[in-house]
């Protein structure tokens, strides 16, 4: 029984904690990936640039507030509006078309934003404060309140989000048009509304990730970068357009990622994601997380 | 090309309507009435043109050339979205249920609308399931899980949520039991009651026949021949010449 005492058993609990925060984030943030991808197969390059839009309004928000909370309804907001102009000037006249075209004019618009965001922001990182300080003892460690709080609150805004499409009327209009586009209008669903509903939801998950996790990293124009590879390959494990395969495949990843620092570096930790995409592809290309199609 | 009209004031009137897919001319000019409440069938071989003329009207096929006018309305080109509030509902030939939809939530799709009350929507659903007692029995099972048959009633039924005036019912006896078609032809009589008309395109020439009051017969695109069904069931030479049955 020697080598379970060899095993750091309190730093696993922090980094299992470790893992379930940030799986949870990333998971808000693939979530609106994963959910524009399945209703209108686009492949969003912009999501990540949502994700920064979103934290430089929460950042001029709480300059004139002075209050996060109001900041994170209207960061929401925000990135739903941004989310629903891209999509009517940009994605609408390219449906149908090549799926290489929405490829590129989301590249296309993520660059615009990126650019916009450092003309108008400057290359230096702003900061949002952590709404509430304190922390809690995890053994010999603080673990901030804070973190936890971000947790939680993607849990409940994918949660809710789940509800409304199980429930609501809006939730069996996305489901029908994302199962068959043509007679979902056949039926009287707006379906041109509904996409574009879809895409502002989809901006406003992004929106709202960027801001609760601006006060962990600071906000720059390039941020968005770092979340939108992951969470492309959490979409790809999970089964592309799944909502819950998403969640699942962030957690999994992110718990993987927060073991593999206990004996690497976290830069090389980050080596695992791709390993376990690489895998997938190979021997699970329909994801990890979804039913074997039959 | 003179309209093949037959109707004073029809609830639906195609005029001269023709469509291309891809390079392929599909519809060279095909016109039809079809009158309030009344039932029309549309026969004709495989691959002239009866489905298109369907897609057409419910806005999922634009014509290049021609119109469609309902209860006196230009609707040429209006997306199928509306035409379906405007009360054209379309049961498609391979019946296109949302396969990971309750039964129920398949309904709905038809049912959520503005402007219907809670209350209505009660009635309507316990009216459906009242004619498709197998619906109700399966409302919560998954569409993609029900049998053909029980997935044609679920396209109709779907289609009946809508309020419709007419309903545009695309080869539904295709492929089923013969228990199955006769529930459909009750079906068919029951909307025939509800004075909800319906244009019915079918292989089934006797099933139409008996179903329909008048009949067009459409050949390479374009409408050969038009007759009452009572006609043509006593004399079938028209269908023989146009169909080779």
Request: charge should be neutral.
């Amino acid at each position: 029984m020697q080598w379970l005492h060899a095993i750091p058993w309190d730093l696993l609990l922090i980094q299992t904690i470790n893992g379930i925060v940030a799986g949870m984030i990333l998971a808000l943030v693939a979530s609106g990936l994963t959910l524009i991808f399945g209703i209108m197969d686009v492949v969003n390059f912009a999501h990540g640039e949502f994700l920064m839009l979103g934290a430089y309004i929460a950042v001029l928000t709480i300059v004139a507030t002075h209050s996060f909370w109001l900041a994170l309804i209207v960061a929401s907001l925000g990135t739903a509006l941004i989310g629903a102009l891209v999509y009517v000037t940009t994605l609408r006249p390219l449906l149908g078309r090549d799926p290489l075209t929405t490829i590129l004019a989301t590249f296309g618009v993520s660059l615009v934003l990126q650019n916009y965001a450092l003309w108008q922001f400057g290359p230096v990182a702003r900061k949002i404060p952590e709404p509430f300080a304190g922390s809690i003892t995890l053994f010999h460690l603080d673990y901030s309140w804070y973190r936890l709080t971000i947790a939680g609150l993607s849990a409940a805004i994918i949660g809710g989000f789940w509800l409304f499409l199980k429930f609501g009327t809006w939730g069996i209009w996305i489901r029908a048009t994302t199962q068959d586009r043509i007679m979902a209008q056949a039926m009287g669903i707006p379906v041109p509304w509904v996409l574009a509903g879809v895409f502002a939801i989809g901006s406003a998950m992004a929106g709202a990730s960027g801001v609760l996790f601006g006060p962990l990293v600071g906000v720059d124009h390039a941020m968005g970068f770092d979340w939108i590879l992951r969470a492309f390959i959490v979409v790809v494990v999970g089964g592309m357009g799944s909502l819950g395969g998403s969640v699942l495949a962030a957690i999994f990843i992110s718990l993987l990622e927060a073991y593999a620092t206990l004996w690497v570096s976290p830069a090389q930790a980050g080596i695992v994601s791709f390993v376990v995409l690489i895998l997938t592809l190979l021997f699970r290309p329909t994801g990890l997380f979804v039913a074997t199609p039959k | 090309m003179i309209p093949n009209g037959g109707v004073a004031d029809p609830l639906l009137r195609v005029e001269d309507i023709h469509t291309h897919y891809g390079k392929s001319h599909i519809l060279h000019g095909v016109s039809l009435d079809v009158g309030r409440g009344e039932v029309v069938g549309l026969l004709g071989r495989n691959g002239v043109g009866k489905s298109t003329t369907l897609k057409a009207i419910a806005g999922i096929v634009h014509p290049s050339a021609g119109r469609v006018v309902y209860e006196g309305r230009q609707i040429t080109n209006m997306p199928p979205h509306r035409l379906a509030r405007l009360g054209i509902g379309y049961v498609p030939e391979d019946r296109r249920i949302f396969p990971v939809l309750t039964v129920t939530e398949n309904l709905r799709t038809g049912l959520d609308r503005h402007g219907v009350t809670a209350a209505r929507k009660r009635e309507l659903l316990d009216k459906i399931y009242s004619y498709f007692p197998v619906l109700a029995e399966r409302r919560n099972q998954f569409g993609g899980t029900l049998s053909g048959g029980e997935q044609q009633m679920l396209a109709i039924a779907r289609a009946m949520m809508l309020e419709p005036k007419i309903i545009l019912l695309d080869e539904p006896t295709e492929g089923l039991m013969p228990r199955m078609v006769s529930q459909i032809r009750e079906i068919i009589d029951v909307l025939h009651r509800d004075r909800v008309a319906v244009l019915l395109v079918e292989q089934n020439v006797p099933l139409t026949l008996d179903a329909g009051q008048r009949i067009y017969i459409i050949e390479k695109g374009v409408v050969r021949h038009h007759a009452p069904a009572a006609e043509l069931r006593a004399d079938d030479a028209p269908i023989h010449r146009y169909m080779g049955v």
